[in-house]
């Protein structure tokens, strides 16, 4: 299958990983920024391959993982609500609010339904016009402009039943934000190739001069990961700090020019809370203007609540790339898929999930950065 088979080769990784060991001469750390890149270095092993000068942290990637604890409060408490069809993607479900989940309000009675676009949602408003439809708008820039279409067209067709419970958040300010924190230890990072379709990578670019950190914008299968980390190590070991495309058969350095103006039509951008990370300042979007119309937080009167998050669950040192999950006392015992503590268990690209899939047996490798 072209553009996949290629880029699973092991021939090729192998060829990338000697190459990566013959350019280090001292430890560097390097965090992938997606969660599908995590899971595809963990399912296929590809931190194993690299030499023990070469540690790769996980990332805050995964949207599911991001949605603060407070906004699946709120999407609990609309989707129990009488005469509301709630839909969302399906990840979004277990996912443990503070008293509960979207799954159990489905299990009690609440019409929640799973749907595999903004689209979808639409169409249940105009075939239930008697029904409050809220989506649950959640993702980072890959998914937004899907949204924003819905919107736009939900304006369109002058719905008055439809709305969208927002979560978006975008991805530069948060690589900003874990480069300055007190006890960061990241050296540089592969950023997440789709993100870099849609948004193109000149953002990136003074935060690379900045912070003097490499950043590769990269794919998600093995090889695309490991080229990607060639690239960073090579600018590390040569002092430099610049923005690299590895991806370029999909990401140019200006992205989606269409796609970025439909978004700056229907959101603004405002500060977002990071589950388990906390708020990061320009890091979120919200519905803009005329489109605040279809604003479910102001609909239902939920705007401005705020929850503290659990403390048992350790998903913000993980997110942040200070832990990896089976460092946690509770990963895969008091935390697993059946009675998640935390949204990285239970998302299909969280970390603690990727591990407890396909690590959890398996001591941690020499590369650990315990202690």
């Given at each position: 299958m072209k553009y996949l088979d290629e880029y699973r080769d092991g021939r090729a990784a192998r060829e990338f990983a000697?190459?990566?060991?013959?350019?280090v001469t001292r430890p560097w750390i390097i965090m992938e920024v997606c969660g599908g890149q995590t899971h595809a270095i963990v399912k296929f092993g590809v931190d194993e391959l690299l030499p023990k000068e070469i540690t790769l942290l996980h990332g805050p990637g995964c949207p599911v993982c991001v949605t603060p604890v407070e906004l699946i409060d709120k999407a609990v408490e609309i989707a129990s609500r009488p005469g509301v069809i709630f839909a969302s993607f399906g990840d979004m479900l277990r996912v443990p609010g503070t008293s509960g989940d979207l799954l159990s309000v489905k299990a009690s009675g609440g019409d929640v339904r799973i749907v595999y676009s903004p689209l979808d949602a639409l169409k249940i408003a105009r075939e239930n016009p008697e029904k409050e439809i809220v989506f649950f708008a959640v993702g980072f820039e890959t998914t937004a402009p899907a949204n924003a279409m819905a919107a736009v067209q939900a304006k369109q067709m002058e719905l008055k039943n439809f709305s969208l419970l927002v979560s978006h958040v975008l991805v530069p300010p948060a690589i900003e934000a874990i480069l300055s924190f007190s006890d960061n230890r990241v050296q540089g990072f592969l950023a997440a190739g789709h993100v870099c379709a849609v948004m193109g990578y000149t953002e990136y670019e003074p935060i690379a001069s900045n912070y003097h950190v490499p950043i590769i914008v990269a794919g998600f299968e093995p090889v695309d990961i490991l080229q990607g980390i060639y690239m960073c190590v090579r600018q590390l070991e040569e002092g430099r700090a610049t923005v690299e495309n590895q991806y370029s058969r999909v990401v140019n350095r200006a992205g989606n020019l269409p796609a970025q103006k439909l978004m700056r039509e229907v959101f603004r951008v405002i500060p977002r809370k990071w589950r388990g990370i906390g708020e990061i300042p320009f890091s979120g979007l919200g519905l803009e203007g005329e489109y605040k119309f279809f604003d479910a937080e102001l609909r239902f009167d939920l705007a401005g609540r705020s929850v503290e998050e659990a403390s048992e669950c350790i998903s913000g040192l993980i997110l942040r790339g200070v832990k990896k999950p089976p460092e946690c006392p509770a990963f895969a015992a008091r935390c697993n898929p059946e009675h998640p503590l935390g949204a990285?268990?239970?998302?299909?690209?969280?970390?603690?999930?990727?591990?407890?899939?396909?690590?959890?047996?398996?001591?941690?490798?020499?590369?650990s950065i315990i202690g």
């Open positions: 000697k190459a990566i060991a013959r350019v990285t268990m239970v998302s299909s690209e969280g970390a603690c999930a990727a591990y407890y899939r396909y690590r959890r047996f398996q001591p941690l490798s020499d590369n």
